[in-house]
């Protein structure tokens, strides 16, 4: 158990339905110092307002990236209460990607009992439209004011959150994306597996050229061979081949997906086979080709379940680009978003306890 002092509470943030992902916060924030090596002596935290944070530029984080964070959500319940999806999942990643950046590794329970306390003195945020929910975003940073790269020895770990509708558009609304064999986001014995700033600011000029061809996202293939896809920029990746629910193999190199861990678990429950293997980039284009693979989306907590209606293609950066259409229905992967959603807001239960109650 923890001490958490709590500020005053402010009303809830006003907010437009479906606001662009990630820019409207609720009010407060939680923040925990602590030491890189201290003991549980340390674990004391308070909720504060958001604007009453400093954020000084000789800190460490800001030159080397020494960081980690999380991404979950919270939902409005069906009884009206509200409730994290997978928090435990969340926590345990969190601690592993501390220890790969050589920070506190915070033990879960700690983390549990802020997430939760945090999360219910905002809940009057979470918001009640469809298709809604309030994203919980923990991070933990190097704090050192000190500009020489190497581990601090200062921490802060942080929850925020902030209101979320839809990523890419509307419900149901498909996603195009790139794929080009000079794109890199991740290597073997790197940090692919690690939810740590240098992945996504390596995926930012790809994100960008991406962009330029009318693509939401990239979908990044390995770093060896330029073959076998890993995953886009911030979602795994599935396809459908007939009863098959298909999905790169955690190899390192990709982000162990708590939603794309949720998909496997109940492809059985639709009447699907969830199959992890090696995914050749030339064999999906042949599948998809020939309609042996039907559908193909993203999968992630921001993203939920988007599906990928156009694959742009090129070899090379400066080569000619190809353009792979994919069927214009993408009817089990909106069964898997309808599902996923009942779960997550308490109409259907899960297979396990998914839901963390606040
Ligand atoms: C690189 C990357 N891959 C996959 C995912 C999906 O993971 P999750 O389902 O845990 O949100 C995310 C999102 O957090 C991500 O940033």
Redesign the pocket.
């Known amino acids: 158990m923890i001490r958490i002092t709590k500020s005053e509470k402010l009303p809830p943030v006003q907010y437009t339905p479906n606001p662009l992902f990630g820019t409207v916060f609720a009010p407060h924030v939680l923040r925990m110092d602590l030491t890189l090596d201290g003991g549980p002596a340390e674990f004391e935290a308070r909720i504060m307002l958001l604007t009453d944070e400093p954020f000084p530029c000789t800190s460490s984080v800001l030159h080397y990236g020494q960081s980690v964070f999380?991404?979950?959500k919270a939902y409005k319940q069906k009884d009206g209460g509200v409730a994290i999806f997978r928090a435990d999942?969340?926590a345990k990643?969190f601690r592993n990607s501390a220890k790969r950046m050589v920070l506190r590794e915070i033990p879960e329970e700690i983390f549990l009992q802020c997430l939760k306390e945090y999360t219910a003195f905002v809940a009057d945020n979470v918001p009640g439209e469809p298709d809604h929910s309030l994203y919980l975003r923990p991070l933990l940073m190097a704090a050192d004011r000190k500009i020489k790269v190497g581990a601090a020895k200062k921490n802060i770990f942080y929850i925020m959150s902030s209101i979320a509708g839809g990523y890419f558009g509307k419900k149901g609304e498909r996603a195009r994306v790139m794929v080009c064999r000079d794109f890199v986001?991740a290597f073997p014995n790197g940090l692919?597996e690690v939810?740590t700033a240098a992945?996504?600011a390596a995926?930012i000029w790809p994100q960008r050229l991406a962009a330029q061809k009318e693509c939401n996202q990239v979908l990044f293939l390995d770093a060896v061979e330029h073959e076998y896809i890993d995953?886009?920029?911030?979602?795994?990746f599935f396809a459908i081949r007939g009863k098959d629910l298909v999905t790169p193999a955690l190899n390192g190199c990709?982000?162990?997906?708590?939603?794309?861990?949720?998909l496997l678990d109940l492809a059985p429950s639709m009447g699907l086979n969830p199959v992890e293997t090696r995914m050749s980039f030339s064999e999906l284009r042949a599948d998809i080709e020939h309609g042996r693979i039907t559908e193909v989306f993203a999968?992630?907590?921001?993203?939920i379940v988007s599906p990928i209606g156009e694959i742009y293609y090129q070899e090379k950066l400066d080569s000619h680009g190809d353009l792979l259409r994919l069927p214009p229905e993408s009817k089990v992967a909106m069964a898997i978003y309808e599902k996923l959603g009942k779960i997550q807001r308490g109409y259907e239960s899960a297979p396990g306890n998914w839901l963390l109650k606040v």
């Open positions: 999380e991404g979950m999942l969340h990643r986001r692919g939810k992945n996504y995926s995953e886009l920029g911030g979602m795994n990709i982000l162990n997906g708590v939603t794309r861990r949720s999968c992630g907590t921001a993203a």
